[in-house]
């Protein structure tokens, strides 16, 4: 149980496009995801809490219009990165949080902008 | 601030040995911690985790010890085997007992086991 998936899992866009990011979890209900950003051999870095049906709580110093999350199910959060350049390449990660608090992770998304 | 950090960024140890994967916290309002293992390119895997209203905690070969007094948790890997080989990373969620818990990790400890 508690599995939760990403799509897509590897993405290259070209600079000044959109792309979306799609965060499920698959056999349980999840009012609040996460999203986190990891940069090559660093910890993971909280961007923003999705909670269902209300607006993202976003992590100081992330731009809100660039990184746009919308929670619209309890299975479901979506994360677009917005204008995409090259230094918005990472990996991408979400979770979702169970009833008893415990955080399960997808895969991750490694987003390439050229 | 809340921090949540480690004492080790890297741990060799050989197959079949056990591991301990040292971490501390700041927060002493922290009452949640978790470890989570990460392989190459995938996302964090929960381990196992452990409430403030305990000092340990066991699961398949790995043994989660909490001590407030010093803020310190670590995790403990019996017979180490190869596919072993990760990041390891603690985190802490001070929800306080509410639905929103943010965590907080640690830089990680990357753990290399050799045959």
């Known amino acids: 149980g508690a599995v939760v998936s990403q799509h897509p899992s590897r993405v290259i866009c070209k600079s000044g496009t959109s792309v979306k990011i799609e965060c499920r979890s698959l056999?349980?209900?999840?009012?609040?995801m996460f999203w986190y950003r990891q940069f090559p051999k660093q910890s993971l870095m909280l961007m923003a809490t999705s909670n269902e049906g209300s607006k993202a709580t976003y992590e100081q110093g992330v731009e809100k219009d660039k990184f746009l999350i919308n929670h619209a199910s309890l299975t479901l959060s979506t994360l677009t990165v917005t204008s995409a350049h090259p230094e918005d390449s990472s990996f991408y990660i979400c979770?979702?949080?169970?009833?008893?608090?415990?955080?399960?992770f997808g895969p991750g998304t490694r987003l390439t902008v050229l | 601030g809340e921090s949540v950090g480690l004492h080790l960024p890297t741990l060799s140890v050989q197959e079949g040995d056990n591991s301990i994967i040292n971490c501390a916290y700041s927060n002493s309002a922290s009452d949640y911690f978790i470890w989570y293992k990460q392989e190459s390119g995938k996302g964090p895997q929960f381990i196992i985790d452990i409430r403030s209203n305990m000092d340990k905690r066991q699961g398949q070969r790995v043994t989660v010890l909490l001590n407030k007094t010093v803020k310190h948790l670590s995790l403990q890997i019996a017979a180490t085997q190869p596919g072993d080989s990760a990041v390891y990373f603690c985190a802490d969620n001070d929800a306080g007992g509410t639905s929103y818990g943010k965590l907080t990790f640690g830089q990680g400890t990357i753990l290399t086991v050799h045959p």
């Open positions: 056999d349980f209900q999840a009012t609040t």
């Open positions: 979770s979702a949080e169970t009833k008893l608090d415990t955080q399960y």
